[in-house]
Structures are given as structure tokens and as C-alpha cells.
């Protein structure tokens, strides 16, 4: 048994606020960011591991996505720190959305009135475990807290919960409730849905998904369906499936027009029709999940003729077959208790005989009835087969029919186009007409290569020639620009075409050492220890430390000894010496001395050993 949130009813009334929200004005919900968090915990490490939650998340899930949600991110089996992780990514998601939803399946607990989702992780041995182990449901609100129009959280997860039978109670006061405590929620546009109402449990079925997933996936998607009766219908469907014994619940309020989660299509527009058989199948297999002979009944009574009557019938006969095989079972079990009662009481030979005569013939017609459940089990099961096949083939041609549909409206669509790009391109071609105020055509080829250059793609002057530098420009131009003008030709077109660009083509090219700021090329400068490397960025320059081998100290000492012992060199002076040719220092050992001419000096002169 599912021990869904008892919030039901809030989330499936929030999901109706939500959408309110998306469509006020008439502006399609469609038009806003929508995303959702879609969560199924089924692998439990300290509890029976749950069927349906992973199965139900990607049932939700898909539906979510085939409803045009712009991100659906559908995660299964996490623990307490992918919980927390998984919630934070979605708010930062929420942030400019203006839809959020969150589905949670699996086990949930309610703790002294506040409801607790488990992971897969906790082991919940005592009441205050759940403080540590366990994601508080006021997290899930704060994680959809920045949508803007509405706020959605609906918990599948209202089933019997296992923990809260065997974990220890630190304190005798603190309450563990049966299902969820009811959430009213304080913001607005903000709602939570839960399976079953506050304080009961729902049921998982005995199928592949829950009776709450499979009717929120039927009804939800449904075009023009306001949400509303979607899920009244969702309600509905869950009481029919369950025998009445789980009602799902929506806790908040939020007013509006008809909201639909799938828009209808516009008048006008042909598409696939819905099948009448749509709702006599689903109460089939509502009749069929029973399993009982009233649901059979009330099915024929709802429905007498058709396909599906015959094989409620069929249906019937195998219920019968059972019941009869089970009376006859009965009848020979108290057939043998009087036979063992009459020999225990020595009854006569003739009454012995009489009862072993009544108890074989009761086993014989215990051997036959099992046989007649056979076959009426076969019989069954060979009809199953055939309303599938029935069914296949139904959907195959509808789908083929679909696709024709389709294929139909796409040529149409494709002619349109067509016609309209020809009539676009006629257009064109009208336009191409040289303007009254065009420039002569003497002026044209510089009026060209004026705005080759404000686009940046000639560098020097204009000139009067279409000259082969104005050439290589053109070229440039039509390989930024995406045009294919002839670059030997400046005509008309390609001055029109280059008035129409409003700014710069070209990229800017720097050369090495400069970089692009704007439209001019600035030089690079790099900060102390850092220089420009190949790729025109700044790096820091690396120092090379010498490295001390013995063989090099060897080397130094024997320098260092034959310069010690060499004779000493003249050193240079210093002093500069200046003549006709320039001026330059003093060779080494040479001396500058006076030049006389007669008693006065007239120069200077280099005098060497």
C-alpha cells in the first residue's frame, strides 16, 4: 500500500493555480519557461524495496516532456546528499522560470506534523533520525520558491511506511502519524498535491505504475482540458481503481480562467481525432485490475455490446469457473471429514461405503471443475491476446493515418513557403533598378572603396581605380559577409549591399604585440617578470638557475689559476680621444699626450708603448 502525502489535493488545486497563472492575459502557457524535477526512490538499503516509484517517475516524466516543458530532469534512486544536490540544481533552474514542478515517489514520514521525504540511504532507527536522514518538505517549497507565476509540488508518496513501525521513540510525547500531515501553503501560487488525503495511505495496484501516476499521465496531457476537471477526473479514476478506499487531495486555492496543460489546436486545423473506444478501454482495465465479479457486472451494465462486452464476459466465465472449482473443493473436504468421522465412530460397512462412494465422486467433480477452469483460463488469456492485437492494430492505423495527416500539412506548409520566397525573390529583383540619386559611374569605384573601408575590410586611402588592393577587399568582404559579388567589377549592387551593413564586417588583425579594443589595435602591455609569448599573451618569464656540476668547478679552477699566472694586461684608461673621424676611448696601455707647435699646444695625439 502507497502512504502518499496526505497533501494530494493541495498539489493537484496548486497545479490548477499554476497554470491559471501561465495563461492570465490569454497569453499561452506555452510562451513561459517551464521546467520540473521529476524523483522516483524505489531501491531502499534498510527497507522492502517499492515497486512502482521509478516506474511512476518515468511515466510523469515523459508526460511532462511530450507537454513541452522546456527542462524535465528525471532522477531515480538517490540518497540524502543527491537529494539535496538535485534540489539545489532545480532552484538555480527556477530562477527565471515562471512554471516549477516537483513529482516525488517513494516513502515519505510525518514527524510531529511536518512531512519528511526518505532517500534510499536512511536507516531511520530512532525518531530524531529523521532530522539528519531525511529532506523536510519546506526544502522542496524553498527549491521552486523563485518561479515567478506558479509553484507546483505533488507527492506520490502516501505509502504504508515501514520505518515508522520499527524505529524507537526517544521521546514518548512525539507524534508519528499514519500517512502525511496536511501542508497549507504560505506563499502564493503555491500548491502541493498528494496521493490520498491527510492522514491515509494510497495503494501501489498491481501494476506496472500506480492508479494515481496512470491517471494523472491520462488526463493531464489532454489538449483544451482545463485542469480543473482533469483532475476530477484524475479522482475519479483513482477511487473507480481502488474500490473507494484512496481519494487523492489538493491542499491551497488559486482562481482563473480554463487552464489546459496542453493547449487545444486552433479551429480550422485538422488533426487526429479522439478514439470513442478511449473510455470503454480504460474501464475495461479498471474491471480488470479488480479482478472481481461486481466490477464485471457493473462493466457489462455500463456497457452490454461491443468487443470489450464479449470479453467481460469471457472474464466472467473464468470467475464462475474458479468459484465452481473452489465449491467443489469445499464440497470434497467436508465429504472426507465424514468419512473419517464415520470410521472413527465405526460406522457400518454399507455407510462407509456409502461416504467413500460420496467422497470420490465429490473429488471427481473437484478433478473436473479444475479442468473447466483451465479452460476457461485458456479461453481468457486467448481473448487477452486478441483485444490486444485488436488494439495494436487500431493504434497502427490511426498512427498510420497520422502520419499521412501530417505529411499532407507539411507539402501544404512547403507550397506556402515556396510561393512566398518566389514572390520575395521577384521582389527583389524589381529593387535591383539603379537608384535616381545613384553615383556616377566614374565616382563608383571609390564610393565602393570608402565603404570597403568603413567596414574594415580595405586599409588604405580610396582611390579613383579599382585597383587590385580594392580587389583583395571585395574578396574579403564576400567571404565575412556571405556574398558572392564578382571582386573584378565594382558595380551598383556591391555598393548597395555594403550601405546595408550597419557596422564592421571584417574582423580587426593586430599585429604581434597589440591587441583588438574596438576599432583600433592597442599595445599589449604586460606587467614586471611577465612578456608576450607566441600566442600574443602575457607570461611569466622563467629564471634559469645555473647548475654546478664537479667537472665545471674544475674547469673554473684551472681558468682561474692560468689567468693568476699569466702576465698582466694593459688595462684601457678610461679617456676618450676625439679627432676628424669621431671620438672613441683609448686602447689599452696607450696614453693621450699634448701636440706642440712651437710653445702652444694644438691638440692632443694617442701615444702606445
Not at 37 to 50: E, F, H, Q, R, T
Not at 157 to 180: E, H, Q, W, Y
Not at 502 to 507: F, M
Request: with cysteine.
Amino acid at each position: 500500500m502507497k502512504q502518499r502525502f496526505r497533501t494530494s489535493a493541495i498539489a493537484l488545486t496548486a497545479l490548477f493555480g499554476f497554470f491559471v497563472g501561465s495563461w492570465l492575459g490569454c497569453s499561452p502557457a506555452l510562451a513561459d519557461k517551464r521546467v520540473a524535477l521529476v524523483i522516483g526512490n524505489s531501491a531502499y538499503k534498510s527497507a522492502p524495496k517499492l515497486g512502482n516509484p521509478v516506474n511512476d517517475a518515468a511515466l510523469i516524466g515523459g508526460m511532462l516532456k511530450k507537454s513541452g516543458f522546456d527542462t524535465v530532469d528525471v532522477r531515480q534512486d538517490l540518497n540524502a546528499p543527491e537529494m539535496r544536490k538535485a534540489l539545489r540544481e532545480f532552484g538555480a533552474r527556477t530562477r527565471d522560470a515562471d512554471v516549477a514542478i516537483v513529482y516525488y515517489a517513494g516513502h515519505g514520514l510525518e514527524v510531529d506534523g511536518t512531512n519528511y521525504l526518505i532517500p534510499i540511504d536512511a536507516a531511520l532507527e530512532t525518531d530524531t533520525d529523521v532530522y539528519d536522514e531525511a529532506i523536510p518538505i519546506d526544502r522542496v517549497l524553498v527549491s521552486i520558491e523563485p518561479a515567478k507565476q506558479l509553484r507546483l509540488v505533488i507527492l506520490d508518496a502516501c505509502r504504508d511506511n515501514p520505518f515508522s513501525k520499527t524505529m524507537k521513540r526517544t521521546v514518548a510525547s512525539r507524534a508519528i502519524g499514519r500517512g502525511l500531515a496536511k501542508v497549507e501553503p504560505t506563499s502564493p501560487n503555491t500548491v502541493i498535491a498528494f496521493a490520498a488525503k491527510a492522514g491515509s495511505t494510497a495503494s501501489d495496484g498491481d501494476f506496472r505504475n500506480s492508479p494515481f501516476a496512470v491517471a494523472l499521465a491520462d488526463h493531464l496531457p489532454k489538449p483544451g482540458l482545463d485542469l480543473r476537471k482533469a483532475f476530477g477526473f484524475v479522482r475519479d479514476d483513482v477511487l473507480k481503481a481502488t474500490g473507494y478506499k484512496q481519494e487523492p487531495y489538493v491542499y491551497g486555492s488559486l482562481g482563473g480562467d480554463d487552464v489546459p496543460l496542453v493547449p487545444a489546436k486552433p479551429a480550422g486545423v485538422a488533426g487526429p481525432q479522439a478514439n470513442p473506444q478511449d473510455s470503454i478501454r480504460r474501464d475495461y482495465e479498471l474491471a480488470l485490475q479488480a479482478g472481481l465479479r461486481e466490477a464485471w457486472e457493473a462493466f457489462l451494465e455500463a456497457y452490454p455490446d461491443g468487443f470489450y462486452a464479449n470479453l467481460a464476459r469471457v472474464q466472467l466465465k473464468k470467475i464462475a469457473a474458479e468459484e465452481d472449482r473452489m465449491a467443489a473443493t469445499e464440497k470434497a473436504r467436508l465429504a472426507e471429514q465424514d468419512k473419517v468421522r464415520l470410521a472413527a465412530e465405526r460406522a457400518q460397512k454399507a455407510e462407509l461405503e456409502k461416504a467413500a462412494a460420496v467422497a470420490k465422486a465429490a473429488e471427481d467433480a473437484r478433478i473436473a471443475a479444475e479442468k473447466q477452469k483451465q479452460i476457461e483460463q485458456a479461453k481468457a488469456e486467448a481473448a487477452e491476446r486478441e483485444r490486444k492485437a485488436a488494439e495494436a492494430a487500431a493504434a497502427k492505423a490511426l498512427a498510420e493515418k497520422q502520419a499521412v495527416e501530417k505529411a499532407a500539412a507539411e507539402a501544404k506548409t512547403k507550397q506556402a513557403a515556396e510561393k512566398q520566397a518566389a514572390e520575395a525573390e521577384s521582389k527583389r529583383v524589381a529593387a535591383l533598378s539603379p537608384p535616381p540619386n545613384s553615383p556616377p559611374p566614374a565616382d563608383l569605384p571609390r564610393s565602393v572603396q570608402l565603404e570597403l573601408r568603413r567596414v574594415g575590410c580595405m586599409k588604405v586611402e580610396a582611390g579613383t581605380e579599382w585597383s587590385e588592393t580594392a580587389q583583395r577587399s571585395l574578396t574579403l568582404f564576400n567571404k565575412y559577409a556571405g556574398t558572392k559579388f564578382n571582386a573584378k567589377l565594382a558595380d551598383v549592387d556591391v555598393l548597395d549591399a555594403l550601405k546595408a551593413k550597419p557596422g564592421r564586417v571584417c574582423p580587426l588583425v593586430c599585429d604581434r604585440g597589440f591587441k583588438a579594443d574596438g576599432d583600433a589595435c592597442v599595445k599589449i602591455t604586460c606587467r614586471a617578470g611577465y612578456r608576450i609569448n607566441d600566442d600574443n599573451e602575457c607570461e611569466k618569464v622563467q629564471d634559469k638557475k645555473p647548475v654546478v656540476t664537479r667537472e665545471d668547478s674544475r674547469k673554473r679552477d684551472a681558468g682561474r689559476k692560468q689567468i693568476e699566472a699569466a702576465p698582466a694586461k694593459p688595462q684601457a684608461s678610461g679617456q676618450i680621444i676625439c679627432n676628424s673621424a669621431g671620438c672613441r676611448p683609448l686602447k689599452p696601455g696607450c696614453r693621450m699626450t699634448n701636440r706642440m707647435a712651437g710653445q702652444s699646444t694644438v691638440g692632443q695625439v694617442e701615444e702606445c708603448n
